[in-house]
């Protein structure tokens, strides 16, 4: 069974930055396309980036130029760099993968973005 555990939200000014982490178990981690999700309060949950497993990246526009995402398939973990936090990023994090079934999705981390 795919264990995913989030870690590394927080309270974070306008402007400010976190980066988080999912450590994945369980599964053969390098072999699978890895994404952020996140969900806001009353919103459909929402992928913000992915990678694969060559490492080439995909942000949504609304996040582009800001986040960076990346992995460590020795670790079995993969990161989001956030800069130039916003108010609209404050959300629930979660990672999983982005194929066409998702594993059990873990807890999430808060990212909360005060203006």
């Known amino acids: 069974q795919v264990q995913l555990v989030e870690s590394g939200g927080g309270l974070v000014q306008a402007g400010g930055s976190l980066r988080l982490s999912c450590a994945a178990s369980?599964?053969?981690?390098?072999?699978?396309?890895m994404g952020w999700y996140r969900q806001a309060p009353g919103k459909q949950r929402e992928v913000v980036a992915h990678?694969?497993?060559?490492?080439?990246?995909h942000y949504a526009d609304s996040v582009k130029g800001r986040f960076t995402i990346s992995r460590d398939n020795a670790k079995n973990t993969v990161y989001l760099q956030m800069n130039s936090l916003k108010p609209e990023d404050t959300a629930v994090y979660y990672c999983?993968?982005?194929?066409?079934?998702?594993w059990g999705w873990g807890q999430g981390t808060q990212v909360t973005v005060s203006s």
């Open positions: 990678i694969t497993s060559f490492g080439t990246s």
């Open positions: 369980g599964t053969i981690f390098s072999m699978y396309v």
């Open positions: 999983n993968n982005v194929g066409l079934t998702q």
